[in-house]
């Protein structure tokens, strides 16, 4: 009865450019003989006119504009605003990248301290691919929980160690990635809290000391406010800095999930006087980090960087890596066991984890997810003797319990979460990170944008974060029947045979060898 909708575009496109002239000089008229208000309108086309003849007759960098004039610019306008549209009107709960609305609704009610309890029934797939917890027949009586307590540095022997109490610690984000009221928030609200923050890489940690908050320094490959006019460590910087009371750890970054293989970048748009001073580059230019730190050519120099660093600073050592091969880390591994030199920790980035900004091409094609590389990394760990060595972590989009939970299960002693703070402080999944031009304030250093932001009231989202987060974690530990996240195993866990963990269970049978479905 009817036929195919279609529009042809080049006819209407041709009627628009013609359209706009004609219709200019009708308003003209119209505002000269019948009322002058139709001038506004003669304004309006006239405008149109000339830049619809820039379009198609002037400018030579968009075809599309050249073939289809204003039409085309129309096309700009919807793809511009796409992100938002998809977020606000088509995108289900659970479609949405990296977090869906479902996941960012619950860090949003649980730093808002809402209940967040659910109706009628799960959204998630229940498919081929989602990993589950392993409830108990008879779960574990809460009051014989043993608190949690990991210490860093104890294998060592060292004077300085240092332990946390809860399972989260807050990731590295820098002054530089995030505005000055968004570092002083999570910092503030990371002490309320009593969980450490990573500094990031970005040079001498000003506002996070400000805010007497724990801290764990972050060296990048850059080694920002530690560093030689060559790029090597500078000792003396180094040591002056541990010794400041807040600083409790140091963390060497080899590599991050969202770009592996690469160096940290920050963009010009972002680096303002003080920051430039503070991490000691210049204005005007993006500032990208070097690949790989000077002193670490091979798996030799590599643990002996590693020593020099405790040394200097008589601190807890950490190293921060996402997995790219795990013959390459064994052969690390077995350098260390040589040298009898072990980073107090070892934090495993899954190549899903996020960053201000990154080479597309990077944060899609390079990197072992987290949950095989945790796993894999701790078999190794095992295999090779060392486990009792050393601490591991992991991060990579670990903004629940449940995800917390399965980390552990899989060689985890402690979780980093950085986008769970994030969206604690009201981050609406923007993707404008790295642009400057962050709506909610956090990304940014526009005062403008930044004012939106109270670090008082954010403060305390971050504190209910935790809290409510921890309280999951205790929850949801009592039904696997564990009383201690300790006691936790590969076993914990239901893996389909279509997730990617599965290979990597097969992989290292000779450490654990759960059932697959």
């Given at each position: 009865?009817?036929s195919?909708l279609s529009?042809d ?15 200019a000089?009708?308003?003209?008229l ?7 208000y ?19 007759n002037v400018?030579?960098?968009?075809s599309?504009?050249?073939?289809f ?9 919807l793809?511009s605003i796409g ?5 606000y009107?088509f ?10 609305r479902e996941?960012?609704s619950?860090?949003y ?18 498919d ?10 008879f ?14 540095g104890?294998e060592r022997?060292i ?5 946390i109490?809860?399972p989260v610690?807050l ?8 505005g000055?009221p968004a ?11 009593g969980i ?15 805010e ?9 490959t850059?080694k920002?406010?530690i560093?030689?006019?060559?790029g ?9 800095l ?5 600083i409790?750890?140091i ?6 999930g ?7 970048l ?22 990208v980090?070097?690949t790989?730190h000077?002193e670490?050519?091979d ?9 020099k660093?405790q ?11 996402c ?6 880390i064994r ?9 009898n030199t072990f980073?107090d920790?070892i934090?495993?980035d899954?190549?899903?984890g996020?960053t ?17 590389a945790?796993?894999?990394v701790?078999s ?17 989009k670990l ?5 917390i ?6 060689g985890?002693?402690a ?10 402080l009201g981050c ?7 642009n ?15 004012k ?6 954010k403060?305390?989202r971050?504190k ?10 205790w929850?949801l530990?009592?039904a ?5 996240p300790r ?5 914990n866990?239901f893996?389909?045979e279509?997730?990617n963990l599965a290979?990597?269970?097969r ?7 759960p059932?697959?479905?």
């Amino acid at each position: 009865m009817f036929s195919k909708l279609s529009i042809d575009l080049q006819k209407l496109a041709k009627f628009t450019n013609v359209a706009i002239p004609i219709l200019a000089v009708l308003f003209f008229l119209a505002g000269t003989y019948l009322s002058f208000y139709f001038h506004f309108l003669t304004v309006t086309f006239i405008f149109l006119t000339v830049i619809n003849f820039f379009y198609v007759n002037v400018q030579t960098h968009h075809s599309l504009l050249r073939n289809f004039g204003v039409l085309g610019q129309g096309r700009y306008m919807l793809e511009s605003i796409g992100p938002e549209l998809r977020q606000y009107l088509f995108a289900s709960d659970t479609e949405e990248k990296p977090f869906n609305r479902e996941e960012r609704s619950e860090v949003y009610r649980k730093s808002q301290n809402i209940d967040s309890a659910f109706s009628f029934g799960s959204l998630g797939s229940f498919d081929a691919t989602e990993i589950k917890l392993r409830h108990s027949l008879f779960p574990a009586d809460k009051s014989k929980i043993k608190p949690f307590s990991v210490t860093y540095g104890e294998e060592r022997g060292i004077e300085n160690t240092y332990t946390i109490t809860r399972p989260v610690i807050l990731s590295a984000m820098s002054y530089g990635a995030l505005g000055q009221p968004a570092v002083r928030a999570l910092a503030r609200g990371a002490k309320m809290a009593g969980i450490p923050m990573n500094t990031g890489e970005g040079g001498y940690p000003k506002y996070h000391l400000e805010e007497g908050v724990d801290l764990i320094f972050q060296m990048g490959t850059a080694k920002f406010g530690i560093r030689k006019e060559d790029g090597s460590l500078h000792e003396e910087k180094l040591r002056d800095l541990a010794g400041k009371d807040q600083i409790k750890m140091i963390e060497i970054k080899f590599s991050q999930g969202a770009k592996p293989g690469k160096g940290g970048l920050l963009p010009k748009e972002k680096i303002t006087q003080e920051i430039a001073e503070l991490r000691n580059v210049p204005l005007g230019k993006d500032v990208v980090s070097p690949t790989h730190h000077l002193e670490c050519k091979d798996n030799a120099t590599t643990v002996q960087f590693i020593k020099k660093v405790q040394d200097v600073s008589q601190l807890p050592v950490g190293i921060k890596m996402c997995v790219g091969s795990f013959d390459e880390i064994r052969n690390l591994i077995r350098e260390m066991k040589a040298q009898n030199t072990f980073p107090d920790y070892i934090s495993i980035d899954g190549a899903e984890g996020g960053t201000g900004a990154s080479p597309k091409a990077f944060m899609d094609n390079v990197g072992v997810p987290l949950f095989p590389a945790l796993h894999g990394v701790n078999s190794i760990l095992v295999e090779e003797g060392v486990r009792d060595k050393l601490k591991l972590m992991s991060a990579g989009k670990l903004i629940n319990a449940g995800k917390i939970l399965t980390a552990m299960s899989l060689g985890a002693d402690a979780c980093y979460t950085a986008r769970g703070f994030m969206l604690a402080l009201g981050c609406i999944q923007a993707l404008q990170c790295g642009n400057n031009t962050c709506p909610v304030g956090i990304t940014t250093q526009n005062p403008r944008l930044q004012k939106g932001l109270s670090p008082d009231r954010k403060a305390i989202r971050v504190k209910n974060y935790v809290e409510n987060l921890e309280h999951d974690f205790w929850e949801l530990l009592t039904a696997t029947g564990c009383h201690s996240p300790r006691e936790l195993t590969p076993d914990n866990l239901f893996i389909p045979e279509g997730n990617n963990l599965a290979s990597s269970l097969r992989n290292f049978q000779s450490f654990s060898s759960p059932q697959l479905v």
